[in-house]
T-cell receptor, first 106, second 113 residues
Framework: KDQVFQPSTVASSEGAVVEIFCNHS??????FFWYLHFPGCAPRLLVK?????QQGRYNMTYERFSSSLLILQVREADAAVYYC???????????FGKGTRLSVIA | DAGVIQSPRHEVTEMGQEVTLRCKPI?????LFWYRQTMMRGLELLIY????????DSGMPEDRFSAKMPNASFSTLKIQPSEPRDSAVYFC???????????FGNGTRLTVT
């Protein structure tokens, strides 16, 4: 069964750069999605791509079976759960990792 | 656009009762997904529809779970009878084409006592 792996928790100090790793065993994945989730709200797309990309303070690295999300100048407001999801070709749905809870130390 | 709309936001029920969760996808989106979120398993896909037709329900945990999509603007997820281990946040999401990103609703937090 395809699996997606990411650490359950990551801690960072304010102002630092934090990196959240994700790797998977989905053989026909060609793209990566990173979603951000604040409890009580709808998870929302943060960054996606099939190559390294940047969206504001969020950078994404990409290799065939892994991706990292880098958050620059981390703030307390970034404390949330981050989900990665490799994207397969065709109409297959997104399969998410279990999520990484980011805690930020002031 | 109002986005994906789910109701209710919170549901508290007793074990054995029937629970119905509702979802209105974004207008024009052909795909609708039901996910369940728990601390242990993260976001698990339960079932998804394409053009109102169920495509894959292999993620539905048991026969107590059922989902319908009678038309393009409405879907329900039903649990009958409910059990305490069903307590979780249930998300509905929709997308337009196969390559477009998912848009999630705010979720329904279900508590079964």
């Amino acid at each position: 069964k395809d699996q997606v792996f990411q650490p359950s928790t990551v801690a960072s100090s304010e102002g630092a750069v934090v990196e959240i790793f994700c790797n998977h065993s989905v053989s026909n994945a060609y793209n990566f999605f990173w979603y951000l989730h604040f409890p009580g709200c709808a998870p929302r797309l943060l960054v996606k791509g099939s190559k390294p990309s940047q969206q504001g303070r969020y950078n994404m690295t990409y290799e065939r079976f892994s991706s990292s999300l880098l958050i620059l100048q981390v703030r307390e407001a970034d404390a949330a759960v981050y989900y990665c999801a490799p994207r397969c070709s065709g109409n297959t749905p997104l399969v998410f990792g279990k999520g990484t809870r980011l805690s930020v130390i002031a | 656009d109002a986005g994906v709309i789910q109701s209710p936001r919170h549901e508290v029920t007793e074990m054995g009762q029937e629970v119905t969760l509702r979802c209105k996808p974004i207008s024009g989106h052909d795909y609708l997904f039901w996910y369940r979120q728990t601390m242990m398993r993260g976001l698990e896909l339960l079932i998804y529809f394409n053009n109102n037709v169920p495509i894959d329900d292999s993620g539905m945990p048991e026969d107590r779970f059922s989902a319908k999509m009678p038309n393009a603007s409405f879907s329900t997820l039903k649990i009958q009878p409910s059990e305490p281990r069903d307590s979780a946040v249930y998300f509905c999401a929709s997308r337009g084409t196969a390559n477009s990103p998912l848009h999630f609703g705010n979720g329904t937090r279900l508590t079964v006592t």
